[in-house]
């Protein structure tokens, strides 16, 4: 029953008699699988806030290192998984691979009933935790393969939208989760004033930290079984027409994930400092991730058999110009998102918990401001907001066509990433930050729901521009790609922050948005485009 010989959902006729039904029950079982995957990817930027507020032996700097080596990771993992649905199947791939997120939630719910853990411990926790982010492509690639064009724009916006709300679902849950001894094991003390999305908890109060990994086996399990009894592989010849048992699946699974695994921690250890376990060299990040990306898609061209065949007919996506072209804009979108969903609540602590005040002439940052917002009770804002909002980008965009969609977000996430880079410079030059965090929030708000529709609207775009055995592989790709925003948007914010210039970050990013209008326009939406708002 599991396995589907017939696919053609092109086809009206087996569409409404069969298609339909099957499509929707792989759906909705995708969701919250990938739902998951995105929280146990991201929950490291809610633990850490907490680790802070609860007096870890860590400095600000080790413990922000967590978030960049899941992102990294997470990242990295998305090209393996790009190309599983065809090599082993959707059902295979999809149960196998929400069932691995249990391994970084239970080592989390361990190690963090001890402050004194090592630091390297939560670093292997982190690097596991981008299982996760690797989730998305392979997700994304099976729905392409179950919807016909005309109806996938909306059903890989809500694919991906709803599954962004790990994101949300995990800002407000963790913090919850923390206030109770849900899962038993001894509480341990704040020594900072912490939040949750209710409001503020006073510094002497419990939290049980550890319940931030436990709290996913109570999904994860039951989704493992109910991906196993209600989901499909389609041995159809577009998708696995050489369907492996699950067993040899999960090994070529696990040996594909090896590979993204062993590339990212030597692009972490190039770009690390000595002190985290790095190797202190400080190559750039710019050169770091080209590096990591082309040894990864060569490392796994070198397999042998079966699977470099069909890696070799996947990989023929780089030779089309239009996988190149929707990278960069989907990194615009989804990048975005992701980027500042990771470093939306660290933002907002740097910059508005702290008073910003001249001490004998010198600019001091480090001063608590009582009257400032908590990070725990508006960091889930704009996540939601562009999850949310994502299944309407792809709905508005089989309507009017998704390179105009993108075009008019574009200009949205221009504008007001300017505005948001002004008020943060206005804030972190202010002894009471907290008089410009409105406007901040708002078009902060803005800048998520840009991203969220646009992030609808690519969708369509490649499910217009490709041929239904390219759309999968691309989709999971592109995603790849985008996903390093996880990882480069935290870290660029970090180092503006850094040098005290914050804003500098959004002014960059606004930038790139520039770019990506006119790279939209031209492939696009100018008369004689090879795809006119496809």
């Avoid at 990306?293 to 030779?319: H, M």
């Avoid at 996540?383 to 299944?391: E, K, S, Y």
């Avoid at 792809?394 to 309507?399: L, N, P, Q, R």
Wanted: glycine share 12%; proline share 5%; aromatic share 14%.
């Amino acid at each position: 029953m599991s396995d589907i010989k017939k696919w053609d959902v092109e086809d009206p006729k087996f569409w409404d008699s069969e298609g339909k039904k099957v499509a929707n029950r792989n759906l909705w079982i995708s969701i919250p699988s990938l739902l998951c995957g995105f929280a146990v990817w991201l929950y490291w930027g809610i633990i850490t806030i907490q680790m802070l507020n609860l007096g870890f032996p860590f400095a600000k700097s080790e413990l922000f290192t967590l978030m960049a080596v899941a992102g990294l990771t997470g990242a990295t993992l998305r090209i393996p998984s790009s190309f599983f649905i065809r090599l082993c199947g959707g059902r295979n791939t999809i149960v196998f691979t929400t069932a691995l997120l249990m391994i970084p939630a239970i080592g989390a719910g361990i190690a963090l009933q001890d402050k004194n853990t090592p630091l390297w411990v939560f670093q292997v926790l982190a690097l596991l935790s981008g299982f996760g982010g690797g989730n998305f492509a392979s997700s994304m690639s099976n729905i392409s393969f179950f919807f016909p064009k005309k109806q996938q724009g909306l059903a890989l916006g809500l694919n991906a939208g709803l599954g962004n709300f790990g994101v949300t679902t995990m800002q407000i849950l963790v913090p919850l989760a923390m206030t109770f001894g849900l899962f038993g094991g001894e509480p341990m003390e704040l020594v900072n004033t912490s939040g949750t999305l209710i409001g503020k908890i006073p510094a002497g109060s419990d939290a049980w930290i550890h319940n931030a990994g436990y709290i996913w086996l109570l999904f994860l399990i039951p989704l493992a079984i109910v991906g196993w009894v209600g989901m499909n592989n389609i041995k159809a010849s577009h998708v696995t027409p050489e369907l492996p048992s699950p067993v040899g699946s999960f090994g070529i699974i696990s040996g594909m994930l090896a590979i993204g695994f062993v590339t990212s921690i030597f692009g972490l250890w190039l770009m690390l400092p000595e002190k985290v376990g790095g190797s202190g060299f400080g190559v750039s990040k710019w050169i770091v991730l080209p590096i990591v990306i082309a040894l990864t898609v060569f490392l796994l061209k070198l397999i042998p058999g079966q699977i470099k065949d069909n890696l070799s007919r996947q990989y023929k996506i780089f030779n089309n110009k239009h996988t190149w072209v929707m990278s960069v804009i989907y990194t615009m979108t989804f990048g975005s998102f992701i980027g500042f969903a990771a470093g939306f609540g660290l933002s907002i602590k740097v910059i508005f918990g702290y008073q910003h005040v001249l001490v004998d002439g010198v600019m001091n940052h480090d001063i608590a401001n009582p009257n400032g917002p908590s990070a725990l009770m508006y960091a889930w804002m704009g996540p939601f907001i562009g999850a949310l909002i994502r299944p309407v980008g792809g709905w508005i965009a089989d309507k009017m066509g998704g390179a105009k969609v993108t075009q008019i977000c574009a200009v949205v996430m221009v504008a007001s990433a300017i505005g948001v880079a002004y008020f943060m410079q206005a804030a972190y030059a202010s002894p009471t930050p907290q008089e410009f965090f409105v406007p901040f929030l708002v078009l902060f708000l803005i800048l998520f729901a840009a991203t969220g529709i646009g992030n609808g609207s690519t969708f369509r775009t490649i499910s217009m521009v490709f041929d239904k055995e390219q759309a999968g592989p691309v989709l999971g790709w592109t995603s790849a790609v985008a996903a390093y925003g996880a990882f480069i948007i935290p870290k660029v914010l970090g180092e503006q922050i850094k040098l005290t210039t914050p804003e500098n970050a959004l002014y960059g990013f606004a930038v790139f948005y520039a770019v990506c209008i006119v790279i939209n326009w031209w492939f696009y939406l100018r008369p004689g485009a090879e795809h006119h708002n496809p």
